[in-house]
């Protein structure tokens, strides 16, 4: 994931993601109300590609008791993160890693964890189904997980007319038609997009259940998950 990101791309991330993205900030609005619904006042959330802290931003500063082990791969998005939780005054609750979950030692100690637009990076499914056992590693029984990515499958009239309606979407944000070319073209060649039912199977073979979509807008879409007993 390291190489999705470099300094000009990852400065420019928050800006393009708002464009890009349908209800990007009403994803982390969802997700932190969802999350406060169910975690207790005090709880320690793991958060997987944190790229610029929106995530943490987010939670910490509607749940003043909260905890964060910040986990994200790019080193110049790791930067950001950081500056981006310090100016939002969070740097005392959480902890930063840099690099992957899978890193993370001792035993499973987190409430919940929440994953935002990284897993369909992954180009090979065996390495989801990898991504997402490594986060379920780290839950207490019971915990709660988040995520959010792109999905769909590429051979449905279904896929291409929401793909149609969203770079229709992009482009009417007065982007000129080499813009949105170069970011669709992206959007081709580097998302690993599969259909819902096999991201939901891959997240039941890693060990979670009561799979249950919160959010749609085109091709993105948000799960809210259970680690099993």
Known sequence: MEEQFDERRASNYDRK????????ETLHRMLNQLLSSLLPKKAHILV??????????TCGTANPQWEFMAVEPSSEMFDLCRNNIASAGLDERVHFHCGYASEL?????????????VSHFIQQESDKLKFFSDIAARLRDGAYFIAADLHGDKSSDGFNLLLSGWRKFY???????????????YIRQDISFIPESRLIRLLKESGFTEVYAFFRAFLFGGWICRKSL
């Open 17 to 24: 993601i708002r464009l890009l993205a349908p209800g990007y």
């Open 48 to 57: 997987v590609g944190a790229g610029t802290g929106m995530d943490i931003v």
């Open 105 to 117: 030692t001792g035993a499973a100690r987190f409430d919940a964890a929440i994953s935002i637009f």
């Open 171 to 185: 482009a009417s944000q007065n982007f000129g038609e080499q813009a949105v070319e170069t970011a669709f073209s």
